[in-house]
């Protein structure tokens, strides 16, 4: 069974930081491009970061830009997601998504979700003014 599960959410005030990965199981994800996504209340879900396969091409919303960094760890099988700065508009739950590296959708770029077809349950994160 594919799994992605991500941890490391939490509440923390304004100005601070966070760590979340997401740890993948039940196959190699080391050819799939990853990503971050978030979906705050009465929402769409939204990209907040990418990263290919080997790691070397990192795509973020502009809204995290500056603030945020994307990273994986292929022998762990894992990504991560840093956070700094925090601020209270991104308070949501955080999602982890995979695609199908090799037998990816290459006609969704890397910000948009349908292109990714392994999703974790996702992490809550809070942050408090």
């Known amino acids: 069974q594919v799994q992605l599960v991500e941890s490391g959410g939490g509440l923390v005030q304004a100005g601070g930081s966070l760590r979340l990965s997401c740890a993948g199981s039940?196959?190699?994800?080391?050819?799939?491009?990853m990503a971050w996504f978030r979906q705050a209340p009465g929402n769409e879900r939204e990209f907040v970061a990418s990263?290919?396969?080997?790691?070397?091409?990192?795509y973020y919303a502009d809204s995290v830009k500056g603030r945020f960094t994307i990273s994986r760890d292929a022998a762990k099988n894992t990504v991560y997601l840093q956070m700094n700065s925090l601020k209270p508009e991104d308070t949501a739950v955080y999602y982890c998504?995979?695609?199908?590296?090799?037998?990816?959708?290459?006609?969704?770029?890397?910000?948009?979700?349908?292109?990714?077809?392994?999703w974790g349950q996702g992490t809550q994160v809070t942050v408090s003014s």
């Open positions: 998504a995979a695609d199908r590296g090799t037998f990816a959708n290459g006609s969704y770029s890397f910000r948009n979700l349908l292109r990714y077809d392994y």
């Open positions: 039940g196959r190699t994800f080391s050819s799939s491009a």
């Open positions: 990263i290919s396969w080997s790691g070397d091409i990192r």
